[in-house]
């Protein structure tokens, strides 16, 4: 092994190690999509400093404090109602995705 790739293997285990910490403080690390429940309309958003929170129309300001759980890779439960919930496809991940 290198010295750069060496290098390279400290760094990414340091961005991870952060990761971890910045998710367990309620940050939102940008490694998914956000969520909205098609069933009772709990919505997923991040405020101007990094938190996530959620929210139910037209409360946008008020955090409900209720947090979806990941169940797997791309499907994650409401806290809210129960139902199951898929990740939205990233738009930035789609080659040749046109916006809508």
């Keep these: 092994m290198s010295p750069l790739d060496a290098k390279l ?3 990414a285990a340091e961005l ?3 990761q971890k910490r910045a998710k367990a403080l309620g940050i939102f690390t940008n490694k998914r999509e956000l969520l909205h429940c098609p069933g009772c309309g709990l919505k997923e ?3 101007a400093n990094g938190m996530l929170i ?3 129309e037209p409360d ?3 955090d409900t ?3 979806f759980k990941q169940l797997n890779k791309h499907t994650f439960r ?3 109602c129960g ?3 898929k990740e939205p496809i990233s738009e930035q991940g789609c080659e040749g995705a046109s916006p809508a």
């Design 83 to 85: 139902q199951n919930v």
């Design 16 to 18: 991870a190690a952060i």
């Design 54 to 56: 959620t929210y139910h």
């Design 45 to 47: 958003d991040v405020t």
């Design 65 to 67: 404090g209720l947090r």
């Design 78 to 80: 409401c806290p809210a």
């Design 60 to 62: 946008l300001s008020h």
């Design 9 to 11: 293997r400290r760094l």
